[in-house]
């Protein structure tokens, strides 16, 4: 089955604990970004990658990490976590080929910062 | 950078009444404009999308329609359905790139039985 699938889905962590959401999509996308939720905002995009070893910065790039060492994978680091990066982020991927720039969306991982 | 403006940001109808959302862009480079639909919980899934070569498109119950003079683009549902309730995002395309999506805020809509 094709699917992007994010870990942990829920967590619960303090203030300047590292952690790393992991992103993994098993169709062989060249693209996958990250976005955060938030309520009247939409979704907001964090990083993007292009490709393996190819990443840039979206819209709110600040307290957040990436990186892209295999194509099925993109995990998002935040190496200081704040509270007002609470938030629910999804991962999405999408083919690089003309005409098909339906990104998938992940299940998404709601993300509370004490 | 682009900038997208939805509205209503609640609306709700009576079955099977029809529902329109519009939203608003500000890059004219901007060429790709989708729309997803996200149930309570659930993650964001694409509806229905539009290039800008096109001014209308429709599938089923569901069609979006594109100006691209004035910059603005809608989603038009008819004959609503319970199941139609969700909130509804429509995004567009930065510089050109249909990856680089900026979103609306959202339209909470709710079907009323």
């Given at each position: 089955e094709a699917q992007v699938?994010?870990?942990p889905r829920y967590l619960i962590t303090v203030t300047g604990k590292k952690l790393t959401v992991t992103c993994s999509q098993n169709m062989n996308h060249e693209y996958m970004s990250w976005y955060r939720q938030d309520p009247g905002l939409g979704l907001r995009q964090i990083y993007y990658s292009m490709n393996v070893e190819v990443t840039d910065k979206g819209d709110v790039p600040e307290g957040y990490k990436v990186s892209r060492?295999?194509?099925?994978?993109?995990?998002?680091i935040l190496e200081s976590p704040s509270p007002n990066q609470t938030s629910l982020y999804f991962c999405a991927s999408s083919?690089?080929?003309p005409g098909t720039d339906t990104q998938?969306?992940?299940p998404g991982t709601r993300l509370t910062v004490l | 950078g682009e900038n997208v403006e939805q509205h209503p940001s609640t609306l709700s109808v009576q079955e099977g009444d029809s529902a329109v959302i519009k939203c608003t862009y500000s890059d004219s480079a901007s060429n790709?404009?989708?729309?997803?639909?996200?149930?309570?919980?659930?993650?964001?899934?694409?509806?229905?999308?539009?290039?800008?070569n096109v001014g209308e498109k429709k599938d089923q119950r569901i069609a979006v329609t594109l100006n691209k003079t004035a910059k603005h683009f809608s989603l038009h549902i008819t004959e609503t359905q319970p199941e139609d309730s969700a909130v509804y995002f429509c995004a567009a395309s930065r510089g050109g790139s249909a990856r680089q999506l900026t979103f609306g805020s959202g339209t909470q809509l709710t079907v009323l039985p």
């Open positions: 699938t994010q870990n060492k295999e194509k099925r994978n993109f995990p998002l083919d690089l080929a998938y969306f992940g | 790709y404009f989708p729309w997803y639909k996200q149930e309570l919980g659930k993650r964001p899934q694409l509806i229905i999308d539009i290039r800008s």
